[in-house]
Nanobody, 125 residues
Framework: QVQLVESGGGLVQAGGSLRLSCAASGRTFSSRAMGWFRQAPGKEREFVAALNWSGSNTYYADSVKGRFTISRDNAKNTVYLQMNSLKPEDTAVYYC??????????????????WGQGTQVTVSP
């Protein structure tokens, strides 16, 4: 069993930055790919970013490429999402996700083993 707890969401003006954190419980964190998804009001949950078990491979949705950076610290069982140059269309609930496997292939397809509870990010114009 893995529990994921997100933090770091909030209200920010367009052009600003936020850093989301996701703290994981359990001994299997370092053997799992991790990712972030988001869901805006009235829209389906969508993939944002992911990285493999070691952090050596990262993937991003086109909409956030160049602005967001995903990283992990396996010693702290934590994954991060640094969000820069935020836009109003980034407003959503952001969810941390843990994969069953070390690679991100299944995770990027939406096959998530564990979800966090979500953290709200609101970007004002």
């Amino acid at each position: 069993q893995v529990q994921l707890v997100e933090s770091g969401g909030g209200l920010v003006q367009a052009g600003g930055s936020l850093r989301l954190s996701c703290a994981a419980s359990g001994r299997t964190f370092s053997s799992r790919a991790m990712g972030w998804f988001r869901q805006a009001p009235g829209k389906e949950r969508e993939f944002v970013a992911a990285l493999n078990w070691s952090g050596s491979n990262t993937y991003y949705a086109d909409s956030v490429k160049g602005r967001f950076t995903i990283s992990r610290d396996n010693a702290k069982n934590t994954v991060y999402l640094q969000m820069n140059s935020l836009k109003p269309e980034d407003t959503a609930v952001y969810y941390c996700a843990a994969a069953k496997y070390r690679s991100t292939t299944n995770l990027r397809a939406g096959q998530v083993d564990y979800w966090g509870q979500g953290t709200q990010v609101t970007v004002s114009p």
